[in-house]
């Protein structure tokens, strides 16, 4: 493996130690290297906090080595000020003479100006080591600025004959088809995502809190469809426990497509990434509007004979894995 390759993709791997906790901001990821030894690296932290490259150099116990270093990281280096200051500005001010990124940011806050700020300072940069790895590992920042929307996760699980739930059931619960390992994933994937969305029916029938419960991580922010306002405000998703968006006809045009509408709103409430969990009506919208980037779909080994069928999704099949009795499949957007 060339040495450049070599760093870039440890920046990967450290970087997704901020999935989950960095949103809105991208999970980048920072190493700093002298005569083929680490010397620093660090991740981004939660939101509000530093940023992989401030959080790299500050872990370096010997700054002089700093000026014979070489800075790797997966995105470029900001050149504005946000909630913390330009990365680019820490970059010159230590003298580190050479810079390797995995690839621009294409922000229009940041949009080659950290490069150009650096390359003015005579900083040695080189641009393009593992681009298509570090924009794969980028999605969800890069789908929210380039495609101003989410970046869209669809979930569901159905059972052996198709259905999402059968035709009746005796609670306002949902009716489980998978089994307790595959539950638990799912609290794992809420946690890595800004928010989960569901439609008004799936609130009513199922009565879901949509948090975090075996697993350890942030809420997401729950996104709830309300276009014909009237869900009760006793329900589950409207407790304190996490924050809830309540999309209702004040701002969704029943009368036109509603997928490419809830896009934007989320864009508007600077929402990253969002998990669509149900239900089948819902998810069939993003499908049939091609609002989607990958889908994850459990089968579960029951049978309803009848019910609420399972959306039908024409995707690239990307993985299949088994969680005891239960199939997952993990489909793309091509």
């Not at 294409?106 to 949009?111: G, P």
């Not at 052996?160 to 059931?169: E, I, R």
């Not at 969305?197 to 996104?223: A, E, F, K, M, Y």
Request: glycine fraction near 6%.
């Amino acid at each position: 493996m060339k040495i450049h390759e070599k760093y870039i993709n440890r920046c990967i791997e450290i970087a997704k130690n901020g999935l989950g906790t960095t949103r809105p901001n991208p999970m980048v990821g920072c190493v700093i290297v002298v005569n083929n030894t680490i010397i620093g690296e660090g991740f981004t932290s939660p939101y509000g906090g530093p940023h992989a490259e401030v959080n790299a150099i500050q872990s370096v116990t010997d700054t002089s080595l700093l000026k014979q270093a070489t800075l790797y990281v997966t995105l470029e280096p900001c050149s504005h000020f946000g909630k913390t200051p330009p990365c680019s500005d820490l970059i010159i001010k230590h003298n580190i003479p050479k810079v390797v990124i995995g690839t621009i940011d294409d922000n229009s806050l940041v949009a080659g100006q950290g490069i150009k700020k650096l390359k003015n300072s005579g900083c040695d940069v080189t641009v393009g080591i593992l681009e298509a790895e570090c924009k794969a590992h980028h999605k969800r920042f890069f789908t929210f600025h380039n495609k101003k929307r989410p970046y869209i996760i669809l979930k569901w699980a159905e059972s052996a004959d198709g259905f999402l739930s059968p035709k009746t059931k005796d609670e306002q619960k949902p009716v489980w088809i998978t089994n307790m390992y595959s539950r638990q994933l799912v609290h794992k994937w809420r946690a890595e995502e800004q928010a989960i969305l569901v439609g008004g029916n799936t609130v009513l029938q199922d009565n879901p809190s949509l948090t975090i419960r075996d697993w350890t991580g942030l809420h997401p922010t729950r996104i709830v469809i309300d276009t014909h306002n009237n869900l009760p405000d006793n329900l589950a998703v409207f407790n304190t426990t996490a924050k809830t968006i309540r999309l209702t006809d004040a701002e969704l045009d029943t009368s036109q497509p509603l997928a490419s509408q809830i896009c934007e709103r989320l864009h508007e409430y600077n929402i990253t990434s969002v998990i669509i969990e149900g239900g089948s009506k819902t998810l069939q919208t993003f499908i049939d509007e091609n609002l989607w980037d990958e889908a994850r779909v459990f089968y579960g080994t029951n049978q309803f004979l009848e019910g609420t069928k399972a959306p039908y999704i024409n995707g690239s099949l990307l993985s299949e894995t088994k969680i005891l009795n239960d199939t997952l499949k993990y489909y793309t957007n091509d």
